[in-house]
């Protein structure tokens, strides 16, 4: 199946930094990626749809300029988190979908001290 | 409204058994379609199985099969065979829609179900 691939893994940054997150498509082109947050022993919420040479479509209670996404080509989407806080700490993985399954990147988790 | 719900938030099943994790569903759109993924330690995402809302048959996929019950709006998903590699936590979801506009819709997941195999 398709690839996506998702940067850094895992990061620690101090509160008051931003942190980027990069979600790549590597053998297909996403004209439209997702952004979910999932929070310990909870599932996975969306937080944004990423589109191709427009602006992102953020979900009710997503601050979008906390939250900045740049989908700038057809194979990369970024999530910056700005001014991060201990509370936004949490697991945030991407996806681009198919006709028949979704695939993820392999997330990135998120500690901010 | 809840629009995927998973009434299980743990399950235990012995090893070599078979073990069926339940999903309901929510959608007035004709046109949807019911995934399972299964959530390791490491937090990836495994795509399991598929099943479209105008698919006469139950999906299968190895030892994973789905039990589409289209009236009842349920898609529980069968495990046969448990191995102690299934121990994870397993996410139903669904995305409303069909045909090209589908990649630009997002997945609405369950609260998921925490299955422990044991040996």
């Known amino acids: 199946g398709a690839v996506v691939s998702q940067h850094p893994s895992r990061v620690i940054c101090k509160s008051g930094t931003s942190v980027k997150i990069e979600c790549r498509s590597l053998?297909?082109?996403?004209?439209?990626m997702f952004w979910y947050r999932q929070f310990p022993k909870q599932s996975l919420m969306l937080m944004a749809t990423?589109?191709?040479?427009?602006?992102?479509?953020?979900e009710q209670g997503v601050e979008k300029d906390k939250f900045l996404i740049n989908h700038a080509s057809l194979t990369l989407s970024t999530l910056t988190v700005t001014s991060a806080h201990p509370e936004d700490s949490s697991f945030y993985i991407c996806?681009?979908?198919?006709?028949?399954?979704?695939?993820f990147g392999q997330g990135t988790r998120l500690t901010v001290v | 409204a809840q629009k995927i719900t998973q009434t299980q938030p743990g399950m235990f099943v012995q090893e070599k058994e078979a073990v069926t994790l339940d999903c309901t569903y929510d959608t007035s759109d004709p046109s949807y379609g019911l995934f399972w993924y299964k959530q390791p330690s490491s937090g990836e995402m495994i795509f399991l199985i598929y099943?479209?809302?105008?698919?006469?048959q139950n999906a299968t996929e190895g030892r994973y099969s789905l039990n589409f019950q289209k009236a009842r709006k349920s898609a529980n998903l069968v495990i046969s065979a448990s191995q102690l590699g299934d121990s994870a936590m397993y996410f139903c979801a669904m995305r409303e829609g069909s045909g090209a506009d589908t990649g630009r819709r997002a997945l609405t997941f369950g609260s998921g179900t925490r299955l422990q195999v044991q040996p």
């Open positions: 053998d297909f082109q996403a004209t439209t």
């Open positions: 099943q479209g809302s105008y698919d006469q």
């Open positions: 996806s681009a979908e198919g006709a028949t399954e979704a695939f």
């Open positions: 990423s589109n191709e040479g427009s602006k992102a479509t953020y």
